[in-house]
């Protein structure tokens, strides 16, 4: 089984703090790792993408991986109401799975408010 | 780049009929696309994997008669839902998976939101 953890939230941050999402995974041998953004009534939109260990910045998106430890963790810097959504996490998992498919977490709700 | 789009967005039927709807992907070639279902307030569940000229691959639990899907092209999937009822009523989405990269990224559509009657 290939579970994708994360806490359902809701996460509450004011605007311009850090709002950090963490999520953690049961297959050691996951390969990729991304973090998805999805509005109300909308579809998930690829915000990031990670696939070695340690920290990838882009923008006031950071994301990092700790593949030891088998967790995966969002931050957003200055926090903005437009970044209210939900986040996804998504990892590939190792060998044995359909090509490219990814396994889901159920997702963290983030309001940022004003 | 990497540009899905998915047609219709929005569909209301009567209980017993079929609804088509189509996944492109616009800048790129896309060999495997995946259909998604999401209930409100719950997450994405994998429906089927779509792979271009050959059979779709079902997640456990879902019918492969009712949810027909055909990929007949490297740019179009379609998803029909045949004799639809009320509890089909969902969102859809369709995503791409860009490869031809090592890591395989995965672009989403903008959803089909089904409504029936």
């Known amino acids: 089984q290939k579970e994708v953890e994360q806490n359902s939230g809701p996460l509450s941050v004011p605007e311009g703090a850090i709002a950090s999402l963490n999520c953690t995974y049961s297959?050691?041998?996951?390969?990729?790792f991304f973090w998805y953004r999805q509005y109300s009534g909308k579809s998930p939109e690829l915000i990031m993408s990670?696939?070695?260990?340690g920290d990838k910045e882009d923008g006031r998106f950071t994301a990092q991986l700790n593949k030891a430890s088998q967790y995966v963790s969002l931050l957003i810097r200055d926090s903005q109401p437009s970044d209210s959504a939900t986040y996804l996490c998504?990892?590939?998992?190792?060998?044995?799975?359909?090509?490219?498919?990814?396994?889901f977490g159920r997702g963290t709700q983030l309001t940022v408010w004003p | 780049g990497a540009v899905v789009s998915q047609h219709p967005s929005r569909v209301i039927c009567k209980s017993g009929t079929s609804v088509k709807i189509e996944c492109r992907s616009l800048?790129?070639?896309?060999?495997?696309m995946f259909w998604y279902r999401q209930f409100p307030k719950q997450s994405l569940m994998l429906m089927a994997t779509?792979?271009?000229?050959?059979?779709?691959?079902?997640e456990q639990g879902v019918e492969k008669d009712k949810f027909l899907i055909n990929h007949a092209s490297l740019t179009l999937s379609t998803l029909t839902v045949t004799s639809a009822h009320p509890e089909d009523s969902s969102f859809y989405i369709c995503?791409?998976?860009?490869?031809?990269?090592?890591?395989?990224?995965?672009?989403f559509g903008p959803g089909t939101r089904l409504t029936v009657l």
């Open positions: 995503s791409a998976l860009l490869a031809g990269r090592s890591y395989n990224e995965q672009f």
């Open positions: 297959d050691r041998g996951s390969q990729s």
């Open positions: 990670i696939y070695s260990n």
């Open positions: 998504a990892v590939k998992p190792g060998r044995g799975s359909t090509l490219g498919r990814l396994y």
């Open positions: 800048d790129f070639q896309a060999t495997t």
């Open positions: 779509s792979n271009e000229g050959s059979k779709a691959t079902y």
